[in-house]
């Protein structure tokens, strides 16, 4: 008969600790099912006092065991709701009877459980974890458990990685080494370089990608323009921002999924909105749901020279594109750093000090 073997953890996230932890336990038995625990109300908590930029759902999480180890066939991924059950050591009977009751489903006909494991959070709950008879007291248990069943401790010190899940959401940006591929996204930054129109918005994007070797995303209209207009921008109409709103939202969540850190956006949503009120006089309503959902982490903006003026009517003197822009920014609470932009030696100027920006970020973060 083939040795049957469980692992339980949040993975909230998964990290490089986690990975080895499993492909260490996967050489004990013949199938190894990972269980992949949540609880809503937990985790809800654990990601408003992490640094991720969003939410991981459960099928996320489960999606980063599944992504990891899709090419060993003996491991599979099963979920478990936490939900309900107190605080170790309070929950150890209820957990045990949840632990068996998945286990009487058909996803584990015919199948006794050899062997058990647990990602710890810490060392205090590993004598309770290691009393098999949690499991083996509980009625029919011999349905479900092996009488000789085993606990196993794998690198309960950490001495392999010494990395925690609460060490990543905490400091993600210190522990990027330790965050796997599919897992990063949730971590990454957006930069996004906007303001006036021909003030090297496009040339520093792709000077700030190079320096932190990372992903950048260009301005869409632009593409679009050139490509559907034959860059005769006055044909651009009203259905025509639908488009663009859609690609380029569809390219930075793709920019996301493979960055290092951060990735660099040429232009927002509110620029797009701006360009919109400029010719068509109304908001898009398509684009003004990107600008309400999707949240950018550092906005620098560059400003023109010839567009700053030290008098009381400065709001007027700008630029109607700045001026329009730039209300949307204070309307919608939007914060940016701003940058001015006289001639090409401003190029450099700005590039040297958007990466002190962007470090003085990272080290807040």
Known sequence: MSKNGIIFGKF?????GH???????SGFVDNLYIFVCSDNERDKKLFEESKMKKM??????IRFVEKTFKHQKNIKV????????PF???GWKLWSERVQEILSTNNFRNMKLDGLAKVLQNETILPELMRKDNFLTLPNFEKSFNKNLEIKVIDVKRNNFHISATEIRKNPYENWFFIPKYVREFFVLKVAIIGSEHSGKTNLTHKLANYYNTTYVKEYKKEYV???????IENLQYDDYSNIAYEHNRRILKSIKNADKLTFIDTDFYSLQTFSIIQNEE???VIEDF?????????IYIEKESNIQNTTNNYNKMSKFDNILQSLLKKNNQKFMKLSYKDSISLTENYIKSIDIINNYLKTK
């Open 12 to 16: 909230y996230p998964l990290h490089i």
């Open 19 to 25: 990975v080895d932890f499993i492909q260490r336990a």
């Open 56 to 61: 991981p759902t459960i099928k996320d999480r």
């Open 78 to 85: 099963i979920h478990m709701a936490e939900d309900g059950i």
């Open 88 to 90: 170790y050591p309070n």
């Open 226 to 232: 050139k490509e559907e207009l034959q860059n005769k």
């Open 283 to 285: 908001k898009h309503p």
């Open 291 to 299: 600008v309400k959902h999707t949240n950018f982490d550092v906005l």
